[in-house]
């Protein structure tokens, strides 16, 4: 099986895995940090980057993406987001995170405003203060995992120019339904905005909920939506850097290339990571959809654990691979909780630190799901020692 403890590569990961992962890490520690799968890619993935560099050649690809990419993800968008999509709405870009910055860039001036989720990943506010902006914040109850959007209409100022959606949301988990999509959306309408639309988890949505796509609501929304998508999450090309945007308009897409500089070459997606990210939406579904039905069992058997323990309380989230359990019962703030859990406990955790989600993840801990059945077993054990003798 593809997903079984033996199925880990972790002489690799021990190597390769950085951002708060395996390389980062003392030998006797779990990494249960950044989302990252801990398996190796789907075969035909390597295959394709096999083949293609045997051939040697690696000149400088398109600014805009190669011309297969760009099918592939329009195909993907259309056939599996409900959004009909042509290959010029793609903008190949070098990470979601890049195609992020880019969106914060093409809409906001120095001095402008973005509202985001609180919590929500630290690239929102990341991308919006690289452009010269400030965020305001969007409260989502990370317990219920819903929007507090009774307070949206009191955020928008003059200078807001950008909202900031995440969907599913990392780190809550939760999956936006049509009416929160259509009232942000109409939200945006209304007073004029860009989406920056981050729909990088939308494939990891756990059965029997579904995925709307907020391009999908309406016309209008349509618009005013660019959605950025990664090949991280699903596909584990996390260190190829590799991703797209997609652009509502050949008017948006032109200011958006130009924004990126990659005409220029300064920035620029590889061509051997578009290969890669091209399989993967060409022949590697069916390993996306068995590593889905891996983590719905990695899912429940951590909420279960988790909720036996005194003063955990977790939601079962409707998507993404994260855990955002609420430890504010604990008595002890996250920061200092996920360091005891890794010097006393040797697990590695995200703290629900302001600094990756924001002001309203305190309280909370981010926990993955993506390694094997016996890692996240064991690295339960860990913590539920640590936890219950706190
Ligand atoms: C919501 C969200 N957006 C973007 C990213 C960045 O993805 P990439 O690795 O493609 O830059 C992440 C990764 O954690 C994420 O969770």
């Not at 011309?67 to 993907?76: H, L, N």
């Not at 950025?228 to 999450?233: D, L, N, P």
């Amino acid at each position: 099986m593809h997903f079984d403890d033996d199925a880990v590569p972790m002489s690799l990961l021990r190597q390769r895995a950085f951002n708060l992962r395996w390389a980062t890490l003392p030998p006797d520690v779990i990494a249960l940090t950044a989302a990252d799968p801990d398996f190796a890619v789907a075969e035909p993935i390597r295959r394709a980057i096999a083949e293609y560099a045997t051939g040697g050649v690696f000149s400088y690809g398109p600014a805009e993406g190669l011309p297969t990419f760009r099918s592939a993800c329009a195909r993907v968008i259309t056939e599996r987001k409900g959004v009909a999509t042509e290959p010029a709405q793609i903008l190949a870009v070098d990470s979601a995170a890049a195609g992020m910055m880019h969106v914060a860039r093409f809409a906001l001036k120095p001095g402008d405003e973005a509202i985001v989720f609180d919590p929500v990943d630290f690239l929102f506010k990341a991308s919006v203060e690289a452009a010269g902006g400030t965020v305001r914040l969007l409260p989502m109850d990370p317990d219920s995992g819903r929007l507090d959007l009774a307070r949206l209409s009191s955020l928008a100022t003059p200078r807001t120019r950008l909202l900031g959606v995440c969907n599913p949301v990392n780190p809550v988990g939760s999956v936006l339904t049509r009416d929160e999509l259509r009232a942000l959306g109409d939200f945006a309408v209304a007073h004029d905005l860009w989406i920056l639309n981050d729909e990088i988890w939308s494939d990891i949505v756990y059965a029997p909920g579904t995925f709307t796509s907020l391009a999908s609501v309406s016309s209008a929304i349509a618009a005013r939506t660019i959605t950025v998508h990664g090949f991280s999450k699903t596909f584990g090309l996390a260190g190829l850097r590799i991703g797209y945007v997609v652009a509502p308009s050949d008017t948006v897409f032109a200011a958006l290339l130009e924004v990126s500089r990659a005409p220029t070459t300064m920035t620029g997606a590889s061509t051997l990571s578009q290969v890669a990210a091209t399989a993967a939406y060409e022949q590697c579904w069916p390993w996306a959809e068995a590593f889905v039905a891996h983590l719905a069992a990695q899912r429940d058997l951590a909420v279960e654990r988790l909720r036996g323990i005194p003063g955990v309380r977790v939601r079962s989230p409707e998507g993404t691979y994260v855990l955002f359990p609420d430890v504010g019962a604990l008595g002890v703030p996250a920061t200092e909780l996920a360091e005891r859990l890794l010097t006393e406990g040797r697990v590695a955790v995200v703290p629900g630190a302001a600094r990756w989600f924001g002001p309203g993840a305190e309280g909370h801990l981010r926990i993955v799901l993506s390694t094997s059945r016996g890692l996240l077993t064991e690295g339960l054990d860990r913590m539920e020692r640590v936890l219950r003798a706190v």
